[in-house]
């Protein structure tokens, strides 16, 4: 029970870092594995990544707008 509750702290931490931009293509990667699960045609997941891709680049332009 101790060694849960010495964790803890760690996880809430927040890491500044080279992996801060680590959270974005790993978001693209989780939804890409998602999304292509069963598929037989590998047109289909080019399809499916390109659409991926196009909605994290809008993404970051919206961000970049904004920000």
Do not use: W, Y
Request: glycine content about 4%.
């Amino acid at each position: 029970m101790t060694a849960k509750m010495d964790t803890q702290p760690q996880d809430n931490q927040v890491r500044i870092g080279s992996d801060k931009f680590a959270a974005a293509v790993t978001d693209i990667d989780s939804k890409l594995k998602t999304s292509t699960v069963g598929l037989f045609e590998l047109n289909d997941f080019r399809r499916i990544k390109e659409d991926i891709e196009e909605q994290q680049r809008q993404e970051a332009a919206r961000t970049a707008t904004v920000g």
